[in-house]
């Protein structure tokens, strides 16, 4: 039997040009040359690095399985190697995403996201991956349920026999730490109340359920809740396979058809479009946004990445780019208000506790009766 490969997407923020842009060339070039090193030497079978935003993807491949020391050393290194450019050009935020001085063995809980899929290759093995910049993980939420879980947007749920049984989504929860496995379409509506609050419950892997394939995985990291303060969103990777039993290609892309609203944007603060944008303007300007999603496709032939097929850069994605950018617009009018402005609940890390700290002392009860009679009066003209 053939090695099984693995395929591992890690990103971090390690600094960037002009704010929250994107990284600087040299900063891409550093960890380059980490991966190239590493693919000569034998631990990579492949490797691709990019970039979301200020986000560095490193893109691999290899045999050593999910969550393997080896691997999660190479990125580390190569995320220091872009950290060290970033502080000798005094970019923006060098090396926030990392959250230790020191690497213990895995780079989950030191602030890379991560997201690792295991495979035995079929005989056509295509795949897409998704980087997306200023939102969440809970981001992927409403398109992993459309791909997998909707037949209004997968036909193949209808129509293909190898996916009618359906899929099993295991979903996280971030705050107590544990994952549940739910079945569609059976468990559809138990589904749904809980991936609803994306902020909380996130769909971290998705199997096929004839054979409990593994189709499709999310980086789960929340930062703030790693760092214990606000030191930039979660920007999360995806991976997930296609065809041959699978949805199609077209189908996973057409869930990202419409830019749903996402938590993130500004300082991680705000909803906002998710959209979906080509390489050329996977970088954020306006409002340190809106949220973006790139989706780069690949095949894998032995190991060896096969692509990127850059599959947002299609005018059938104009007219989603051009309703999230009114929805932006709607948005922004918002300033500081609810519903642009995120809720108290996902405040927590920002200044709001500190304003109502300094503010407790200020808040006095007002006895109804007094109000009642301030109230009546006003309506007599009998006030001051």
């Given amino acids: 039997m053939a090695d099984k490969i693995t395929l591992s997407v890690i990103k971090a923020d390690v600094g960037s040009i002009s704010g929250h842009y994107m990284p600087h060339p040299d900063q891409l070039a550093a960890a380059t040359k980490v991966l ?29 399985g999910p969550d393997h020391p080896d691997i999660h050393g190479l990125a580390w290194d190569a995320f220091q190697a872009a950290t060290k450019v970033a502080k000798e050009l005094k970019l923006y935020a060098a090396g926030q ?16 996201g991560v997201a690792e899929l295991e495979m035995e290759e079929r005989k056509a093995e295509p795949v897409i991956t998704f980087h997306a910049d200023k939102t969440e993980p809970g981001a992927f939420n409403l398109p992993m349920y459309r791909i997998f879980a909707d037949p209004f947007n997968t036909a193949g749920l209808v129509i293909d026999p190898r996916m009618h049984a359906g899929f099993v989504f295991e979903v996280f929860d971030v705050y107590e730490g544990k994952s549940v496995l739910l079945k569609t379409p059976e468990e559809s509506y138990d589904l749904l109340a809980l991936i609803g609050t994306p902020g909380r419950y996130i769909v971290r892997r998705v199997y096929r359920k004839e054979d409990n394939l593994l189709a499709a995985v999310v980086s789960v990291e929340r930062l703030n809740l790693v760092a214990g303060q606000y030191v930039g969103k979660d920007d ?15 189908e996973i892309l057409e869930a990202f058809a419409f830019p749903h609203l996402v938590a993130g944007w500004m300082r991680g603060s705000h909803h906002g479009p998710l959209v979906p944008v080509s390489m050329r303007y996977a970088r954020v300007t306006r409002f340190d946004g809106p949220p973006r999603v790139l989706a ?4 894998i032939s032995k190991g060896r990445l096969i692509g990127p097929a850059d599959l947002f850069d299609d005018v059938a994605f104009d007219e989603t780019r051009r309703l999230a950018i009114q929805i932006a617009e709607y948005m922004r009018r918002h300033g500081p208000f609810m519903p642009h402005r995120l809720g108290p609940e996902e405040m927590e890390y920002t200044t709001l506790p500190e304003v109502l700290e300094k503010l407790k ?16 009066e006003m309506l007599s003209g009998e006030h001051d």
Avoid at 97 to 112: I, M, Q
């Fill in 296 to 299: 780069l496709g690949w095949n």
């Fill in 361 to 376: 002392n200020r808040f006095v009860k007002t006895e109804e009766v007094k109000v009642v009679k301030r109230h009546s």
């Fill in 36 to 64: 190239s090193e590493a693919k000569q030497k034998g631990l990579l079978i492949d490797f691709y690095v990019t970039h979301v935003g200020d986000d560095i993807q490193l893109i691999m491949t290899h045999t050593k």
């Fill in 236 to 250: 999360p990777v995806a991976i997930v396979r296609a065809q041959s039993g699978l949805p199609a290609a077209g």
């Fill in 97 to 112: 995403d990392l959250l230790s001085d020191a690497f213990s063995g895995n780079v989950r809980g030191l602030g890379p």
